[in-house]
């Protein structure tokens, strides 16, 4: 039967050579290579749950009175985007779930993004022949965290409407072309109408196709390039163990899959997300405390909530102080992570192209930067809950600041340090123990190569 | 309810068995060795792709073992996953709660990929496989031809230096074409930016569209106004507050914008346009929920703590004839978050 | 002889890595609790032995035929002010500060602000109270009345979530600490009713979706959803080190 269905499709296609090839691609063996493909298929969970929700979702600001099922908005006046939520979540079977999930995998899907990347960073992944992987891979996280912060901003209810406002005084605050950039964008003074059909057609279509596309490229060069290794006896840069892709690659990746699926399910079953029934609909007069973006934009709402109130003039020209943290940071951050495999390039004097991994402690000034960036994000993403915390502590926010502040900047120095040390006391720790095996070795007269057994 | 914790205790229990069969599998209880070499998987020397898939190298004395409990515990979380899966159908149809059809569906699914996964732990052979990497950068004669082979096809193409240049030109008023349509998307930032809707002699309106007197708060209170003719105009709205005459310490342009110690502010915040919701009467300080950004009402709105660098505007009262509370003209600087050129 | 196939050191720094970023990772979620409690001597049981000879056991008061007649006491909303009343005893109230503790004080004050001050608690209209409560409210309490964070003075606005209907009217109207008071020329007693009847629906809202997180937002979300990518690279841990015996 298979030989019947492949000569069909063979006949026309020529695809046995190909095709087998594929069916022998040897993909390496380590768990820390499939964070991506935790990644990759919170998207598809997300793809599948968002054409459901698109399916019911109007994009509408137009204004009316909601008459359904949660009383506590029995004739209230709303958006029409936040009517149909409110109708997705108490009016359409399985809709909450459905919507609770989608949230959930967004969460998911950034968090493998970020855990991913800093799988690659760490063991230097990133360096010759794959800085175009790099550079597609940190687009993806860029097109996704504005792809969450527009799924974020266009329910209509009073959370996602000060974080659209917040986003337009960011957007306004860039020198000289930010009025301009930012009325382009949100199509006039927030809070205008056209933003929300605007943002819509951005979260289900422009950013969606174009993370489809990248992530097909992303996933091809891996292919063509084939996928690094762990360094080990028998590792080399010329040739890549692990196990081919049929059959049991095929079954762990799918196997994989489906427990993606069944935790962000879980979740979604389970814990409650973005109750846009408790917050209300927007209204330009009222506000709450504790408006916090999603997790993946925390760290810089974190970072405008720790810089100080400072008025800086360019002659009679204001920069505002929301530029410093809310701007320039980010986009300098991302600029730095871009242009990082030509620093390291500048650092090692290595332009060799690799295909075995290092161990982070090979490099412990890279490690220990990179753990004491993680810590300062942190204390940031901290930094934005500080409200919270300080309602949770039944402390007060201004001390709780206070103590950020300085966290922000000892944490990752403390950190880096730990780090460093660590790093340079795994490196002899492995220093001595390959010099203990080479002596045993010779003991035995025996010489190490790739042909030995290997045991853990 | 008892029903439906009976289920859910079910499901636990099932999820417990999963877990104490995964936590076998990670430990590695089950089973025994059976790793092959690379040196076996890899075969000979020169990398060629297996010529097929032969039958198992293993000795069928440890193969057995691991395949019969590998079966049983496949099939057991197969029919774990059917079971669920069949119970989240019933859920579905029958409109049961998110939790119980969550739920389901995520056994369900979590049945099947630990199924998967089982599998490919149990059932197939773990060949470690190697295959050459081919370096990347191609031959030099290669890269030579291609290069050659690109120049030769644009020396066929008839050389006319007009043409190339009209090319040229032709790609860019297409880029800028498609550039101009992004105009559609904009609007004139003038004069919605620069805005101030409060003008002189507008009387103060609250939400609920009644006049303020200056007999309408006490020293401590405040109420949100807007102007008249554009109320809820987010904008425009403004915060009254009113505080003992004594205690005002506004600049002295200022002397006689607060009648009866009333004051007005704009009530959108000047760090990221939230509105500056909250007055506290005792420390006379208004505060911006978003950033924690406090403002000193007697001092013209300085701001005292957290992130926000300038004030709020001030608007200007005074008290017509009537008593009744009005614009003495418009807001100190332009409302809202601050931007490039905004500052007049 | 053994050589192991990943260095030496390789598990050392892996142990503390991973310390690193499971210690921060998990704290915080500790916070996401909601504290209350009420004063532990019972306070009905001391008005009922005390005052209400007096007051009445509705605390509506007892009419003046008989000599030692005492007001209406329903009107009283400031746990402060009654407690002021029973420590000083005005006019021809006798001082009870040496006859009960100061928590049985308390107690009885509060006894006397929740359950007897009388707010007509009834009618109102839960959505009109809902948008009330977002305009007039929520910008200290949070939407979810859960409290929340003001850097006036380093006191918080609390969480309503323990509060009976009787102290939030009471609060509403009296304004307790930094908390503005809100007098009926500002909220009508109809619409006062409608929110305490918001605020008791939000205490326990349906949450249809699972559990609330203690409703604090996308912050306790980040945690929850880190923790799911945790349990997926176990997985994947699992997937690739499982089963290999």
Aim: aromatic share 12%; hydrophobic share 45%; proline share 7%.
């Amino acid at each position: 039967m298979i030989r019947r269905i492949g000569r069909w499709f063979d006949s026309r296609l020529h695809l046995a050579q190909p095709a087998r090839e594929a069916l022998n691609h040897v993909f390496p063996d380590h768990w820390s290579f499939m964070l991506g493909e935790i990644a990759l298929y919170s998207f598809v969970v997300l793809i599948i749950t968002g054409s459901f929700l698109a399916m019911f979702f109007n994009g509408s600001t137009a204004h009316l009175i909601y008459h359904g099922p949660y009383r506590a908005l029995d004739g209230v006046e709303m958006s029409a985007a936040y009517q149909s939520v409110l109708h997705l979540c108490f009016g359409v079977p399985a809709g909450l779930l459905i919507r609770q999930m989608h949230h959930w995998a967004a969460l998911i899907f950034i968090g493998a993004i970020v855990v991913h990347v800093a799988r690659i960073f760490f063991t230097g992944a990133f360096r010759r022949p794959r800085e175009i992987n790099w550079w597609i891979g940190l687009t993806l996280l860029v097109l996704a965290l504005s792809n969450g912060y527009f799924g974020y901003s266009i329910l209509g209810d009073l959370l996602s409407g000060a974080g659209m406002r917040i986003g337009y005084s960011m957007m306004l605050s860039i020198p000289i072309i930010g009025p301009w950039l930012a009325f382009l964008f949100f199509g006039g003074r927030v809070p205008v109408d056209v933003t929300i059909p605007r943002m819509y057609g951005l979260h289900i279509f422009v950013v969606p196709a174009a993370i489809s596309v990248l992530l097909a490229l992303h996933l091809g060069i891996i292919w063509r390039q084939k996928h690094t290794n762990y360094p080990g006896p028998g590792r080399t840069d010329h040739t890549i163990t692990g196990s081919r892709i049929w059959p049991t690659y095929t079954a762990k990746s799918i196997g994989l899959f489906f427990l993606v699926f069944a935790v962000i399910a879980a979740l979604g079953a389970l814990v409650q997300i973005d109750p846009v029934w408790i917050y209300g609909p927007y209204d330009p007069i009222a506000i709450l405390p504790g408006a916090q973006p999603d997790w993946y934009l925390a760290w810089v709402e974190g970072a405008m909530r720790l810089f100080p109130g400072v008025n800086i003039y360019l002659g009679p020209y204001l920069i505002p102080e929301v530029f410093f943290p809310g701007i320039l940071f980010p986009v300098l951050f991302f600029i730095v992570l871009y242009l990082y495999p030509f620093f390291d390039k500048f650092i090692t004097h290595d332009n060799q192209p690799h295909h075995v991994l290092r161990h982070p402690y090979e490099q412990p000034f890279q490690t220990a930067l990179g753990c004491a960036v993680f810590m300062f994000l942190f204390v940031l993403f901290v930094a934005a809950g500080d409200d919270v915390i300080a309602v949770a502590t039944g402390t007060s926010v201004v001390t709780i600041r206070l103590i950020l502040r300085i966290l922000v900047f000892v944490a990752p120095a403390v950190t880096g340090i730990i780090v460093y040390g660590l790093c340079i006391l795994s490196r002899h720790r492995h220093a001595r123990g390959l010099e203990r095996a080479l002596e045993s070795a010779s003991a035995e007269g025996r010489l190490i190569s790739g042909e030995n057994e290997v045991t853990q | 309810m008892s029903e439906g914790e009976d289920r859910e205790a079910r499901k636990g229990a099932w999820l417990l068995m999963m877990f104490a069969l995964g936590w076998r599998m990670v430990t590695g209880r089950s089973g025994k060795s059976r790793r092959v070499t690379s040196a076996e998987a890899a075969g000979p020397r020169d990398f060629p792709l297996p010529s097929g898939r032969d039958a198992d190298t293993e000795t069928q004395a440890v193969t057995s073992g691991r395949e019969r409990w590998g079966t049983l515990l496949v099939a057991c979380s197969l029919i774990a996953a059917i079971a669920a899966g069949i119970g989240f159908l019933f859920i579905y149809w029958t409109d049961g709660g998110n939790k119980l059809l969550g739920g389901t569906l995520a056994l369900s699914f979590a049945g099947f990929g630990i199924a998967l996964i089982l599998w490919s732990h149990f059932l197939m052979a773990h060949r470690e496989a190697t295959e050459p990497l081919e370096p990347l950068l191609s031959p030099e004669e290669d890269r030579q031809t291609a290069a050659d082979d690109f120049c030769a096809g644009a020396r066929d193409v008839k050389r006319r230096s007009l043409l190339k240049l009209m090319i040229v030109a032709g790609a860019g008023v297409f880029a800028a074409m498609f550039v101009s349509l992004l105009r559609s998307f904009g609007a004139p930032i003038e004069p919605a930016l620069y805005q101030i809707v409060w003008s002189r002699g507008q009387r103060l309106m609250t939400a609920d569209n009644k006049p303020v007197s200056i007999h309408s708060l006490k020293p401590g209170d405040s109420v949100t106004v807007f102007p008249e003719g554009s109320i809820g105009n987010d904008h425009a709205q403004t915060v009254l507050v009113r505080v003992k005459e004594q205690f005002l310490r506004l600049p002295a342009d200022r002397a006689d914008w607060a009648p009866m110690g009333y004051l007005a502010y704009s009530r959108v915040c000047t760090h990221a346009g939230c509105p500056v919701g909250m007055f506290e009467s005792q420390t006379n300080l208004l505060l911006c929920p978003c950033h924690q950004s406090t403002f000193n009402v007697l001092t013209g709105a300085e701001p005292t703590g957290g992130p926000a660098a300038r004030p709020l505007p001030q608007l200007p009262l005074y008290a017509d004839s009537e008593g009744l509370l009005r614009a003495g003209g418009r807001f100190s600087s332009i409302p809202g978050p601050g931007f490039w050129g905004g500052q007049q | 002889m053994f050589i192991s196939k990943r260095p030496a050191g390789w598990k050392t720094f892996r142990l503390a890595l991973c310390a690193l970023v499971l210690v921060p990772l998990v704290s915080p979620l500790a916070f996401c609790r909601q504290t209350g409690g009420s004063p532990s001597p019972n306070g009905a049981a001391i008005f009922n032995r005390r005052c209400a000879k007096c007051h009445g056991e509705q605390g509506q008061g007892i009419s003046a035929i008989v000599s030692i007649a005492g007001p209406n006491i329903q009107a009283v909303h400031n746990p402060g002010r009654a407690m002021m009343a029973v420590e000083t005893g005005p006019g021809h109230m006798p001082s009870f500060v040496n006859v009960l503790s100061v928590p049985e004080i308390r107690a009885v004050s509060y006894y006397v602000t929740q359950h007897l001050a009388v707010i007509p608690l009834q009618g109102g209209n839960l959505a009109e109270g809902g948008t009330l409560f977002r305009t007039h409210c929520a910008a200290c309490h949070r939407t979810a009345a859960r409290g929340g964070a003001l850097a006036f003075t380093g006191i918080n606005a609390p969480s309503l979530a323990n509060y009976s209907a009787p102290l939030v009217a009471g609060a509403i109207r009296w304004g307790p600490g930094p908390m503005p008071a809100f007098p009926p020329s500002v909220l009508s007693d109809e619409q006062l009713n409608s929110i305490v009847k918001y605020v008791t629906f939000v205490q326990h809202p349906p949450d249809p979706g699972g559990n609330s997180l203690g409703y604090c937002g996308p912050v306790a979300e980040g945690f929850a959803g880190w923790i799911g990518v945790l349990v997926l690279v176990i997985f994947t841990i699992w997937i690739e080190k499982g089963g290999r015996g």
